[in-house]
């Protein structure tokens, strides 16, 4: 399942990479895919609904085995 989620970021990356952002995969466990978000996108306003609105529907379309994306920060990754 870690290669098929890596699959679709790197299908969502260009956009983010044309705003300034990224996104790096920590984990996946159980349907709940763990990522970080970089560049531009770490500490957006915006970047709650980019996650859930976009990366999250994106990865639930294309991978029906993905129940949440949720969002992790370097002290979270333990």
């Not at 999250?56 to 920060?73: S, T, Y």
């Amino acid at each position: 399942m870690r290669e098929n989620v890596e699959g679709v970021l790197d299908k969502i990356r260009p956009s983010l990479i044309q705003d300034g952002g990224n996104v790096e995969l920590v984990d996946v466990n159980d349907g709940t895919v763990r990522v970080r978000l970089t560049g531009a996108c770490d500490g957006c306003p915006m970047a709650a609904m980019t996650l859930k609105m976009g990366i999250e529907q994106i990865l639930k379309q294309e991978i029906p085995e993905v129940k949440e994306v949720v969002a992790v920060q370097e002290a979270d990754e333990d």
